[in-house]
């Protein structure tokens, strides 16, 4: 099934750890998303990549990384997780960059991370 | 800062019934989205309106744009038990080099009673 494939779904980590959370998609998009949401402040954009070997800094990037080696593969880096970071994350893709012709986010499922 | 702005933050309704939910934005737009998210789940885009249109029309959604107010709203009519979610507006956010980014808003949650 054509899709986002996030992962893991959820994780509790211990503060200082380092961790990746994986996000795949199938569809060939261009452009990929990483969201952070929490209760009463929405999502906000952590980074984003408008194509294969680009990325860009969204609202809230500090504490986080990210790559794109390759269309399909978008991970997200905590390099020393801090609890603040807990939140549940989202992958999104959209099939081109460039929002100002309006394009469709395509969301996965999310994961659920907790730092303590 | 948030771009847009939702109103109300919830709305609890009888099935059958209308739900409106209004969302209101800073800066001047190309176009907006409006986006459900059900509970636990990643969200869902349900329709787009460009800046040069007033109203749209989907199944049972209508969303207008006023860009002189700065302000759309999403109309559920009819609503029923598995509209009960989250809705977020999601507006481009224009800068000089294009507009890479879709900002959203904090949500409305509608819960529609059986």
């Known amino acids: 099934i054509a899709g986002i494939t996030q992962a893991p779904t959820s994780q509790i980590l211990a503060a200082g750890r380092r961790m990746t959370l994986r996000c795949t998609q199938d569809?060939?998009?261009?452009?990929m998303y990483w969201y952070r949401q929490d209760l009463g402040l929405g999502l906000r954009l952590i980074h984003y990549?408008?194509?294969?070997?680009?990325?860009g800094k969204g609202e809230v990037p500090d504490g986080y990384s990210v790559s794109r080696a390759n269309t399909d593969d978008f991970p997200l880096t905590l390099a020393s997780a801090v609890p603040s970071q807990t939140s549940v994350y989202f992958c999104?893709?959209?099939?081109?960059?460039?929002?100002?012709?309006?394009?469709?986010?395509?969301f996965g499922n999310g994961t659920r991370l907790t730092v303590t | 800062s948030q771009q847009g702005e939702e109103d109300p933050q919830a709305l609890s309704i009888q099935e059958g019934e209308n739900a409106t939910m209004n969302c209101s934005y800073k800066?001047?737009?190309?176009?907006l989205q409006w986006y459900r998210q059900n509970s636990g789940r990643g969200l869902v885009h349900l329709i787009l309106?460009?800046?040069?249109?007033r109203e749209k029309h989907s199944g049972r959604l209508r969303v207008t744009l006023d860009t002189s107010k700065k302000s759309s709203s999403l109309l559920i009519t009819a609503s029923r038990a598995a509209d009960t979610a989250s809705y977020f507006c999601?507006?481009?956010?224009?800068?000089?080099?294009?507009?890479?980014?879709?900002?959203f808003g904090k949500g409305t949650k509608l819960t529609v009673n059986p």
């Open positions: 999104a893709t959209s099939p081109q960059w460039g929002q100002e012709f309006g394009s469709p986010l395509h």
């Open positions: 569809m060939r998009h261009n452009a």
């Open positions: 990549s408008n194509t294969a070997g680009t990325t």
């Open positions: 800066t001047s737009i190309n176009n």
């Open positions: 309106i460009r800046s040069n249109e």
């Open positions: 999601a507006t481009d956010l224009p800068t000089q080099g294009g507009s890479e980014k879709l900002v």
